[in-house]
């Protein structure tokens, strides 16, 4: 087991409901990682259950398109009841929900890396769903970005073993939630993934998320008005049907409305098939992988075509250490 005391931890990354991260080295090797510290309620001296079930879905994973874990720690008077569990992860300088956003890398994202990275994001999910685990919160800052034109998906905390037995509808953030999670249902496995991919894509073109609400009743208004009603005959078994189905029939106009985006059509085959109010019939990742919209002009970049960026972080660093003689990198290469 690691100790914590091998890490010089230097400052926080990013914080969630569950866990702060923070940047740190490890002494020894001067190797950069993550540390997960998970903000947890325990009874006597166990993990906290939450943090289990991470931990052991972590474990298992192995795959070039998922955030490594090296380890695990505990600081130092855990057994006392007092300190937490930290998780060790390889260090990702960036995530896509700032590479989206923010002003200076933006631009940079071309078609064909746009479409790079969620190849990457699809070959990590078909993996996951084939060892049968269900991720249960993708969306664009659960996805990190590396130096080397690679995406990897983190944040497990959610993710549980797909079995088809009664689970929690109450799951994914609410702009990547599917129609059949805001109507209460129960019974689910891998495709509620698949929906927020869906999502997550057509963001990646017209940089908003598609559907953009702040409670379950006004994000299936939109969902119904841009993708249709949903077949009752399903949809009548959920539990909140009665209070949430649509007052009117809705005809699918997304087409329409990637029309309007100027979406090209190979994007709107991926999106129809995805965006799928109908679970049963929305695309499975090996699917999504083998649509026109990946085999055809401008081509998904390969990890060493991809434009890299400078991580802010790292500059910060660079520039609070000037003792140390760094080989600066060019502010963006291109390859
Ligand atoms: P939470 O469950 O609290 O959302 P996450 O695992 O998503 O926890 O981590 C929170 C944030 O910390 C992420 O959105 C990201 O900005 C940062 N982060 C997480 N893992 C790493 C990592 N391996 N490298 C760099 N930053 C990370
Ligand atoms: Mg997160």
């Known amino acids: 087991m690691m100790n914590i005391k091998d890490f010089d931890i230097q400052f926080e990354l990013g914080s969630g409901t569950y866990s702060t991260v923070y940047y740190g080295k490890n002494n020894k090797t001067g190797e950069v990682v993550a540390l997960k510290e998970m903000k947890e309620f325990r009874e006597n001296c166990g993990f906290a259950q939450t943090t289990a079930r991470e931990l052991k879905i972590l474990q298992q994973l192995k795959h070039q398109n998922i955030v490594r874990?090296?380890?695990?720690?505990?600081?130092?008077?855990?057994?006392?009841?007092?300190?937490?569990?930290?998780?060790?992860?390889?260090?990702?300088?960036?995530?896509?929900?700032?590479?989206?956003?923010?002003?200076?890398?933006?631009?940079?994202?071309?078609?064909?890396?746009?479409?790079?990275?969620?190849?990457?994001?699809?070959?990590?999910?078909?993996?996951?769903?084939?060892?049968?685990?269900?991720?249960?919160?993708?969306?664009?800052?659960?996805?990190?970005?590396?130096?080397?034109?690679?995406?990897?998906?983190?944040?497990?905390?959610?993710?549980?073993?797909?079995?088809?037995?009664?689970?929690?509808?109450?799951?994914?953030?609410?702009?990547?939630?599917?129609?059949?999670?805001?109507?209460?249902?129960?019974?689910?496995?891998?495709?509620?993934?698949?929906?927020?991919?869906?999502?997550?894509?057509?963001?990646?073109?017209?940089?908003?998320?598609?559907?953009?609400?702040?409670?379950?009743?006004?994000?299936?208004?939109?969902?119904?008005?841009i993708c249709g009603s949903p077949n009752p005959n399903i949809a009548s078994q959920y539990k909140f049907w009665k209070n949430l189905m649509p007052n009117q029939f809705y005809p699918n106009r997304l087409n329409d409305f990637l029309n309007q985006c100027q979406c090209n059509q190979n994007l709107s085959i991926l999106l129809q098939n995805l965006l799928n109010v109908n679970p049963l019939e929305r695309f499975s990742a090996d699917k999504a992988l083998h649509s026109s919209f990946f085999t055809s002009y401008p081509f998904p970049f390969f990890p060493w075509q991809m434009v890299k960026f400078q991580s802010t972080l790292e500059t910060h660093i660079i520039s609070m250490s000037p003792a140390t003689p760094i080989d600066s990198p060019p502010l963006i290469q291109f390859v």
């Open 69 to 225: 874990l090296y380890g695990v720690t505990t600081s130092e008077k855990y057994c006392k009841g007092e300190g937490n569990i930290f998780l060790i992860f390889e260090y990702m300088p960036h995530d896509l929900q700032s590479l989206l956003y923010s002003t200076s890398t933006t631009s940079l994202l071309s078609v064909g890396q746009l479409k790079g990275y969620m190849k990457q994001l699809l070959i990590g999910i078909r993996y996951l769903h084939s060892i049968g685990i269900v991720h249960r919160d993708l969306k664009p800052s659960n996805l990190l970005i590396n130096n080397e034109g690679y995406l990897k998906i983190a944040d497990f905390g959610l993710a549980r073993p797909i079995t088809y037995r009664e689970c929690n509808y109450n799951v994914i953030t609410l702009n990547y939630r599917p129609p059949e999670l805001l109507l209460g249902c129960t019974l689910y496995g891998s495709e509620i993934d698949m929906w927020s991919i869906g999502c997550i894509i057509f963001e990646c073109f017209i940089k908003r998320p598609p559907f953009q609400a702040t409670t379950e009743a006004e994000t299936l208004s939109q969902i119904y008005s």
